[in-house]
Structure formats: structure tokens, C-alpha cells
């Protein structure tokens, strides 16, 4: 029941002291929170830690949510803090832009071999082989935008950054991602595109 309930009315509950309600918030947003992990720390490991770190961190400042924005776009601003700290400690280089040696990560979607699906996966396959390729922070900003559905005003409130910068970015990492695409596909990238 708790799951058709609205991430505020879970909240409420929550703080109320029902934990369920949590865990009911955790599996709503776990996936999308690793996905963005991932593109910061390349690593399945690091990004399940910095994944748990985030809905810890979360739940112990619940409380401080004021409800002006999304809950997602506040969880997505605990995930960049987060991350950047993480990366901080561990002192891991960010890929330069050229770096070809990246890890894959491949959303699992339902098996079947019409042409379509297996289509539909190559494109996923190689838009998220480009995706890692970019820096940390073009990634996060395309992550964002397309697969959290964010706006630039969501995303500029998420990562501590003025609209107009996150604007800027974003046209520069769909450049880049281009770029990537690119190289990586050279002809198919027409039919991606």
C-alpha cells in the first residue's frame, strides 16, 4: 500500500517513525542513485558505497527537507556531495576526456531476441559506453536530464550551480557525447542521433 503513496506522504510517515516508509523511499529511488554513483566512481563497489552512504546521509537529515523542491532533486544533491567527497578521500583521477579504457555498465532491461529489442540494446550498450567515457560531472548532467527527468533549474539546485551554468554544460556534454559517439560508432552514430 505504502508504495502508491507520494514520496512527501512517505516522508511524513518516516519521520512519524515508520520505517517501512523508508525502505519504502529506498527502493523507489536505489536504482537511479547507483546509476549516478556509478558515473562518478567507474566502479561497481565505490558506487554501491557511495549509494548506501547517500540514503544514510539522507535519512539522517529527512528532517531538514522543507518540501520546496522535489524530493528526488534534494536525493540527487546528497549523491553529488556525496560523491565528490568520496572521490575526494579515495584521491581517484577523473578519466580525461580522450580516455578510451572505461567500465561498461549495461541497464538490464527484459530479455527477448526480436530485432527491435536487441537493437534497442546495442543503442542503450553504446550510448552508455559513451556516457562513461565523459567526465564525471558531463555524465551526471546528462544523467539528469534524460534519465531523471530533470529540468535545468532541478539540476542547477542539485548540484549548487547558477541555471544558466547547468545550461552551458549541458550543450557542452551533449557535444562531447556526440563527439564519443562518434568515434566510437562512426556510421551507426546517424541512426542514434
Not at 45 to 65: G, N, P, T, W
Not at 102 to 131: C, H, M, P, W
Not at 155 to 170: F, R, W, Y
Request: proline share 1%; glycine share 4%; aromatic share 10%.
Amino acid at each position: 500500500m505504502q508504495s502508491k503513496l507520494s514520496d512527501i506522504e512517505l516522508i511524513q510517515q518516516t519521520l512519524l517513525g515508520d520505517q517501512s516508509a523508508y525502505a519504502d523511499l529506498v527502493k523507489r529511488h536505489q536504482r537511479f542513485v547507483f546509476t549516478l554513483a556509478l558515473r562518478f566512481a567507474k566502479g561497481r563497489e565505490d558506487a554501491e558505497e557511495i549509494a548506501q552512504d547517500c540514503f544514510v546521509k539522507a535519512y539522517r537529515s529527512l528532517s531538514s527537507f522543507q518540501g520546496q523542491s522535489k524530493f528526488t532533486t534534494w536525493l540527487y544533491s546528497i549523491v553529488y556531495t556525496t560523491a565528490m567527497t568520496f572521490l575526494r578521500k579515495k584521491r581517484i583521477a577523473t578519466d580525461s576526456i580522450d580516455d578510451e579504457n572505461t567500465y561498461i555498465q549495461v541497464e538490464s532491461q527484459e530479455s527477448g531476441f526480436d530485432t527491435n529489442n536487441v537493437e534497442n540494446k546495442s543503442r542503450l550498450f553504446y550510448l552508455n559506453q559513451a556516457i562513461d567515457q565523459l567526465l564525471p560531472d558531463d555524465a551526471t548532467i546528462i544523467t539528469l536530464f534524460y534519465k531523471g527527468e530533470q529540468s535545468l533549474e532541478e539540476i542547477a539546485q542539485a548540484l549548487g550551480m547558477e541555471t544558466n551554468t547547468i545550461k552551458v554544460k549541458l550543450f557542452r556534454a551533449r557535444q562531447r557525447l556526440k563527439e564519443k559517439l562518434e568515434r566510437n560508432l562512426k556510421q551507426e552514430v546517424k541512426e542514434l542521433i
